[in-house]
């Protein structure tokens, strides 16, 4: 892939480039890499902004696929230099089938990853998850952890084990031979909990304080702490590692890069307030209202009802065994292994993050979420 840094010449592929974090990393793509000649962007939902993008130097390329096609996804990987596959369903709330979130998160990263062998690209950008480490089963706590810390990940809920299984699958495929004899170079990133514009479980929060008369009611101790990551930071990883990935192939060949910023580490939910507070909202109790046995008696419930209704309606509740579990087992990171391999540095400030997060929540009372 080497090329003048001043010729735009090469091609990236983005799959679920349509998606919360996939629009993030398109348009950065276009702000900030320069070599790029042609951006194509592949999702099974294409969206109506991408229009709008068309009118610059780069040639965007919209391709509606699936990644469970591999014909669909070796049609958009052929020619391109670089592939950053974020696609995947992230669905921790039963709106798809455990089969479905496999189908499309392992399968799918397997069509990938062959698309490329046989295509001959090969460079393979891979967003993985914090999800692939933790929390586990057994609510360990991970606690300012990085990626050689010693944890127990065992997983049973199906989004977690489709990550850990697609992120094994990548990093396998570091060093085999793609068309034309060259290696391939693969990496996987692990952001922590996703913020920013266009987050659907913020939204879905703000909605839910709405129907209360502006009240969160908590569920969740202060004391169990959770990383968050700016969006716009998660973009910028994903821009610098493509960008790096051929210089630095034996060093980042094959690694995983946990990715969060300056977010300050704190409870789920009062982490959410940071930007619903200043839309309005209040976090009603200092402790949880309700004693964790009764709320997991209430997500378990949320549960069989989600069962008993599937036939006529989808329920999908923030509040399932699984959330709840998640939500109260701290899960924070400390590293500096992608500053140290590829020069990751924060693109933006906590301060910044926060203002442009309140600034789309503010946006949205007007909205039809
Ligand atoms: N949201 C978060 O907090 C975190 C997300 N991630 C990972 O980041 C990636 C993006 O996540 P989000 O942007 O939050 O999700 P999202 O649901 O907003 O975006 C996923 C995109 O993939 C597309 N897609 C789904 N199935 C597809 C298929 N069969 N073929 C083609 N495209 C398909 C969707 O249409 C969507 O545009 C995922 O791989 C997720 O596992 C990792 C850590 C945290
Ligand atoms: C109802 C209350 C218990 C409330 O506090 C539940 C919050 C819950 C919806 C979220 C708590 C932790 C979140 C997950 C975490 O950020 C890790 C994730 C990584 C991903 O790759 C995808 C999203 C998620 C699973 C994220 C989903 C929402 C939470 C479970």
Known sequence: MAESAQVPTLVYLVTGGCGFLGEHIVRMLLEREPRLRELRVFDLHLSSWLEELKT???QVTAIQGDVTQAHEVAAAVAGSHVVIHTAGLVDVFGKASPKTIHKVNV????????????????????????????????GHPFYRGNEDTP???VHRHPYPCSKALAEQLVLEANGRKVNGGLPLVTCALRPTGIYGEGHQVMRDFYNQGLRFGGRLFRAVPASVEHGRVYVGNVAWMHVLVARE???????????????????PYKSYEDFNMEFLGPCG????????????WLLLLLATLNALLQWLLRPLVLYTPLLNPYTLAVAN??????????????????LFSWEESKART????????????
Request: glycine share 10%; proline share 5%; net charge positive.
């Open 107 to 138: 399968q799918g990263t397997q069509n990938v990853i062959e698309a490329c062998i046989r295509t001959g690209t090969q460079f393979l950008v891979y967003t993985s998850s914090m999800e692939v480490v933790g929390p586990n089963i057994k």
């Open 329 to 346: 087992t701290t899960f924070t990171v400390s590293t500096n292994k992608a500053q140290r391999h590829f020069g990751y540095k924060p």
């Open 358 to 369: 309140i600034h789309w929540v503010q946006a949205l009372e007007g909205s039809a979420w």
């Open 151 to 153: 944890y127990e990940a």
């Open 245 to 263: 990935l051929e210089q630095r192939a034996a060093l980042m060949g094959g690694q995983v890069y946990f990715c969060y910023d300056k977010s």
């Open 56 to 58: 610059g130097p780069v």
């Open 281 to 292: 909202l209040r976090l009603i109790g200092t402790h949880p209202l309700l004693p964790y």
